[in-house]
């Protein structure tokens, strides 16, 4: 049940039960959105149409005047079922899951309302809730609804009214300098800025910030086992002789940070020099590509110590330390992007449209929630592993996850 203001009101989709009293709700400075982890994207998007369309920029908060919330129950209401409340108090909108998948479409006819505004309903709930009465015309909200053009640049600026319009495949070199805008046929803004990525501005970067240095201490004995196999193994290994060194680094049962150390920079993907340093003395030798034995060997109690990390409950301290293995180097940010991929795999397989994908949008809001809570210097990149878990899972099953499940997780963080 909703309250309204009379006369009838027109809503898109059409109510099966519509009550009306006296009142309206009027939206201010003061207003915010109430979400939860679940709703969040949606409310990311609704912000910023409405900051587009009237000005004001809702923050959002756990609570607010108006709230959006998932509601898996409303699934026997239908693919469109809602429920709708408007009173001079707030708006509160519930439905089974919020459809609003990005789409680039340069012509959106009436089936594709939810589509062009990301979030369905979103524009109706704004032209009844902050339509004044006399302004209101449903042919009129109809009409602004046909037809939407898509703007954009390939330099990285922000695009504008005058910028080329999106009619098919666009080719870019940096995959970072696409951006685009949707403008209405009067040219007025009808969207947020779209990027694929960023890294600059407290936006994201592509790679983790940090990498090896190059330099390891190492046990004698494994100096003396790699000078011992180098006659015969260019970058120092045979599969045995990397069975024997993880043998060594593993004899008290544990890998401490300075053994981890060692089997980072052994395993790192490409040639270069180590300087290897032993009780008395450093040396410096040439490691390079090792062959997928080798590697899988070395790599093991690496992938162990990011495992376990993932196989125990999700807490602020296990996604603490994920994160600094993330930025270790190169080698070990493939590693953990990797097994995490595992972990949103098997939430995916406890996700469908008939629970609002909760086990999902759970574990990612968790995260997300997570990586706020880290210094400064290391929100940005729990929130780049977080989005290229959830990337690279979502492409290794082509393409099957809903964007707006985990792409929010790259947008700037509130300052």
């Known amino acids: 049940m909703f309250t309204l203001p009379q006369p009838p009101v027109s809503l898109v989709p059409k109510p099966a039960a519509l009550v009306q009293s006296a009142g309206s709700f009027t939206l201010d400075d003061k207003t915010a959105i109430g979400a939860d982890a679940t709703s969040r994207p949606a409310a990311q998007l609704l912000t910023g149409w409405l900051q587009n369309t009237t000005g004001q920029a809702p923050k959002i908060t756990s609570k607010g005047s108006i709230t959006l919330k998932v509601n898996p129950s409303l699934t026997k209401l239908g693919a ?62 109809t009409n602004r609804m046909q037809r939407q053009y898509v703007r954009y640049t390939t330099d ?74 180098r006659a015969t193994a260019p970058n120092g290994f045979t599969e045995a002789s990397a069975k024997e060194v993880v043998g060594i680094l593993l004899e008290d049962g544990k890998l401490d940070p300075v053994e981890y150390d060692l089997l980072d920079e052994l395993t790192q993907p490409r040639i270069r020099a180590i300087s290897l340093a032993t009780p008395g003395s450093t040396e410096t030798i040439i490691v390079g590509t090792q062959s997928g034995t080798v590697h899988k060997v070395l790599s093991a109690p690496l992938d162990d110590q990011v495992r376990k990390l993932l196989d125990a409950p999700l807490t602020q301290a296990n996604w603490a330390s994920l994160v600094e293995r993330y930025v270790y180097s190169v080698s070990s940010a493939v590693r953990t992007v990797s097994l995490l991929q595992r972990l949103i795999a098997a939430r995916w397989e406890a996700s469908s449209i008939s629970n609002a994908y909760e086990a999902y949008a759970e574990t990612v809001g968790k995260l997300f929630e997570f990586s706020k809570a880290l210094p400064i210097d290391k929100q940005k990149s729990g929130r780049l592993l977080l989005y290229q878990a959830c990337k690279g899972h979502d492409g290794s099953r082509n393409d099957v996850v809903p964007d707006f499940l985990y792409n929010w997780v790259r947008q700037p963080l509130a300052p």
Request: proline letters at 9%.
């Open 80 to 141: 469109e079922g809602y429920l709708l409340e408007v009173s001079p108090k707030g708006v509160s909108l519930s439905a089974p899951m919020f459809l609003h998948k990005p789409e680039l479409k340069t012509n959106p006819g009436p089936a594709l309302y939810g589509d062009y505004f990301t979030l369905p309903r979103a524009a109706a709930l704004a032209e009844v809730a902050w339509t004044s009465q006399s302004q209101r015309s449903f042919a009129d909200f």
């Open 156 to 229: 990285g600026t922000d695009p504008t009214a005058s910028s080329p319009e999106l009619k098919g495949t666009v080719t870019v070199t940096r995959f970072e300098d696409f951006k685009a805008i949707t403008l209405a046929p009067d040219g007025k803004r009808t969207s947020l800025i779209f990027e694929t990525s960023a890294s600059q501005g407290g936006k994201l970067a592509e790679m983790p910030p940090r990498g090896n240095d190059s330099r390891a201490v190492a046990d004698p004995r494994i100096l003396a086992l790699i000078r011992q196999t």
